[in-house]
């Protein structure tokens, strides 16, 4: 298993998209998935940006981890922000037309239709989000 540990900043987004990339293409991903996981990446990484750590505690780390095993890759994002289960999430009405929608509310449908897999649980006062998507 890999690991990289960052602040939970906007600065260090592209540097974790990075080292999640070198682990798709060692697992022998083409060039189509590897865009379409670093798009759930990317969405997953800015909700944890974005909401997980109230003002009273903007200095929150984000973590991913990854692991192959013969037939999948699975990524761990793990912070100690607020709790929030993305699996619990309800799926937005597609049926609305867009310019009637709220903003927002389509990461995690985006998530959903990219991977495999999805895992949650609250830990030791961490979110463990895990995604997985076989080959």
């Given at each position: 298993m890999k690991r990289?540990?960052?602040k939970a900043t906007f600065e260090n987004?592209?540097?974790v998209l990075q080292f999640v990339k070198v682990g798709a293409k060692a697992f022998g991903f083409d060039k189509a998935?590897?865009?379409d996981l670093i798009l759930a990446v990317?969405?997953?990484l800015v909700n944890i940006i974005s909401y997980a750590y109230t003002d009273q505690c903007k200095s929150g780390y984000m973590e991913v981890r990854y692991k192959n095993n013969n037939s999948s890759y699975s990524i761990t994002f793990?912070?100690?922000g607020k709790k929030f289960d993305p699996t619990a999430v309800s799926e937005p009405d597609t049926s609305i037309p867009i310019n009637q929608r709220r903003m927002g509310g389509m990461g995690i449908h985006i998530v959903r239709n990219i991977v495999d897999n999805?895992?949650?649980k609250?830990?030791?006062g961490k979110n463990i989000f895990t995604i997985e998507k076989k080959k």
């Amino acid at each position: 298993m890999k690991r990289i540990k960052k602040k939970a900043t906007f600065e260090n987004l592209e540097e974790v998209l990075q080292f999640v990339k070198v682990g798709a293409k060692a697992f022998g991903f083409d060039k189509a998935a590897i865009a379409d996981l670093i798009l759930a990446v990317e969405e997953v990484l800015v909700n944890i940006i974005s909401y997980a750590y109230t003002d009273q505690c903007k200095s929150g780390y984000m973590e991913v981890r990854y692991k192959n095993n013969n037939s999948s890759y699975s990524i761990t994002f793990l912070d100690t922000g607020k709790k929030f289960d993305p699996t619990a999430v309800s799926e937005p009405d597609t049926s609305i037309p867009i310019n009637q929608r709220r903003m927002g509310g389509m990461g995690i449908h985006i998530v959903r239709n990219i991977v495999d897999n999805l895992q949650y649980k609250r830990e030791g006062g961490k979110n463990i989000f895990t995604i997985e998507k076989k080959k």
